[in-house]
């Protein structure tokens, strides 16, 4: 299963700030139909690229994306003998490979377009849902380690206005810092900050791994962090996180980028299927409608990718050789034959290890 790279995607912490421009503008949340979507020109059912038995898998750029498509895909070939092609897209484009036919699955879609929704699944109909991945989409604002344990209050943004100078560093002055990966992320935190009243300065450690190093550091000497954070990640699984409670996300909130005085939403992670492929594809389509694992499953394949180094083929194999059940339901066998089948190709043929990306 070789990756067709297409660009790569942005992190879910950004993905997750487009869902809420778009919805902000559009007034709604969730699967409400957008307005703005029923102004677009309508050019009919675009051509569908077809189902040739190979399935064709959107992969985003984040270690939880890539952790869904590798289990799916070992899954596909190794269990069902359905070949597979890995392509590397971002969240937005997906949408369109999905229109096309050139991509046959998206297994984890956090909402982000809501016009090509509309477009394609109720105007076109050449994309239909194919059910709850099984995580639910999260960010918000969390302390490191032990320091909510200590400072309870915390929990809360109002509590946490009392004790912000904790967070300060030498960079901040007396303000305390709100750290977070990317710079692009940081348009609504900086809006609800002032909204709040509280003495905080957003700073961008500059990207994903300098966030999670951060955390790290954070968590293993014990001086504290404050950090705009997501879930599902692997990280979470291995330091401790304590969420501050922000007000409570409500349709409308967000409208004006300028006086957010709200939290993030929750936002339960959907798949979606090309039409063509969901009408012709068979076990395959069977079993990527079954496809729905928890947070804590994920981010385990995710850290053996991100954090552990194997391959997303590897990191797959040996989830499932440890989860035989759960592959089992998806596919309508028992954990006994899952396991038969395993053994059975690795006396054939050690399958070689491919990377999703």
Known sequence: MKPSRRGR?????????????????????????????RGQEDTGAAASAGFDGK???????????????????????????????????????????LD????????????????KQELYIRRRQTVVPAGELGPVGHVGWFVTGDYAVAHPEVRTWEGLAGR???FATAATGGRGRLLLGHPDDASFDRSLIDQLGLELTVVAAGSEEELIEALRTADRTGIPVLANWW?????????????????????????????????YPDIPLRKYLNAEFAGTGGEAVEFL?????????????????????????????????????????????????????????????PPAAHNVG
């Open 164 to 166: 912000t100078g904790d």
């Open 289 to 349: 409608r079954a496809f729905r694992w928890s947070t804590e499953d994920q981010n385990e394949v995710a850290r053996l990718i991100a954090d552990k180094g194997l391959t997303p083929e590897g990191a797959a194999a040996q989830w499932v050789a440890a989860n035989p059940e759960k592959t089992g339901f998806w596919i309508g066998r028992s954990a006994e034959q899952v396991l038969e089948r395993m053994e059975a190709e690795a006396e054939a043929e």
């Open 231 to 263: 879930q599902p990640h692997w990280l979470n699984s291995e330091i401790t996180m304590t969420e501050v409670e922000l007000p409570p996300y409500t349709p409308g909130c967000r409208t004006d980028p300028e006086r957010v005085r709200c939290g």
């Open 9 to 37: 995607s942005a992190l879910p912490v950004r993905v997750l700030l487009a869902t809420l421009t778009a919805l902000s503008t559009l007034g709604m949340l969730g699967g409400c139909v957008p307005g703005s979507a």
């Open 55 to 97: 399935v064709s898998i959107a992969v985003p750029g984040w270690a939880g994306g890539q952790a869904n498509a590798a289990v799916a895909a070992y899954v596909l070939e190794h269990q069902l003998g359905v070949p597979v092609e890995l392509v590397d897209t971002d969240p937005d484009r997906a949408w369109d490979l």
């Open 100 to 115: 096309s036919g050139e991509v046959h699955i998206v297994l984890e879609d956090w909402g982000a377009s809501p016009d």
